[in-house]
Antibody, heavy 117, light 107 residues
Framework: QVQLVQSGAEVKKSGASVKVSCKTS????????MHWVRQAPGQGLEWMGW????????KYAQKFQGRVTMTRDTSISTVYMELSRLRSDDTAVYYC??????????WGQGTTVTVSS | ENVLTQSPGTLSLSPGERATLSCRAS???????LAWYQQKPGQAPRLLIY???SRATGIPDRFSGSGSGTDFTLTISRLEPEDFAVYFC????????FGGGTKVEIK
């Protein structure tokens, strides 16, 4: 079955960077783009961008331009999201989600990132 | 950016009742690009509806989506105990945005 398994929780200091991984299985990795979405505590969903695993092409939400980098490693069917210059308001659960029909049909379990000063 | 406004913020209903959730966009959305999700506490969202009205795999037929242009609706015909959750709409145009969510709670 299709699965997205994300890396574990992270605690970072303000100003640091975090890199979250999303390992895929159960489908052809290069056939589907991958979105990254975050959710601050008690808040709604916020789209960060997507990556096309076939060619590495990316599109980032304007809010995160210059601070986010999405990459992939086709040899291990894994995508990554790195967020730099962390602030306290970056504390959130970060999800990878497979792109499908202009929505997101399979989601990772989420990675909690806590930013402390 | 296309802003999605969901209403009401909270819907208090009893099991067996009908739930009608609204999602209004600040700009026209192509129907193909409108989706709905359900999220329960501590879980990732789950895709319910894509293309404004098509149910995702395994979604019961009590969930239905409708609408076009700037006004979209998610209807749950008869609420089951497992349907009490938060629901988000999402559009994908030049950028991708989510609505703020509607919480469906037990009355």
């Amino acid at each position: 079955q299709v699965q997205l398994v994300q890396s574990g929780a992270e605690v970072k200091k303000s100003g640091a960077s975090v890199k979250v991984s999303c390992k895929t299985s159960g489908y052809t990795f290069t056939d589907y783009s991958m979105h990254w979405v975050r959710q601050a505590p008690g808040q709604g969903l916020e789209w960060m961008g997507w990556i096309n695993p076939k060619n590495g092409g990316t599109k980032y939400a304007q809010k995160f331009q210059g601070r986010v980098t999405m990459t992939r490693d086709t040899s291990i069917s894994t995508v990554y999201m790195e967020l730099s210059r962390l602030r306290s308001d970056d504390t959130a659960v970060y999800y990878c989600a497979r792109a499908w029909n202009y929505g997101m049909d399979v989601w990772g379990q989420g990675t909690t990132v806590t930013v402390s000063s | 950016e296309n802003v999605l406004t969901q209403s009401p913020g909270t819907l208090s209903l009893s099991p067996g009742e009908r739930a009608t959730l609204s999602c209004r966009a600040s700009e026209t959305v192509s129907s193909s690009y409108l989706a709905w999700y359900q999220q329960k506490p501590g879980q990732a969202p789950r895709l319910l509806i894509y293309g404004a009205s098509s149910r995702a795999t395994g979604i019961p037929d009590r969930f239905s989506g409708s609408g076009s242009g700037t006004d979209f609706t998610l209807t749950i015909s008869r609420l089951e105990p497992e349907d009490f959750a938060v629901y988000f709409c999402q559009q994908y145009g030049s950028s991708l945005t989510f609505g703020g969510g509607t919480k469906v709670e037990i009355k």
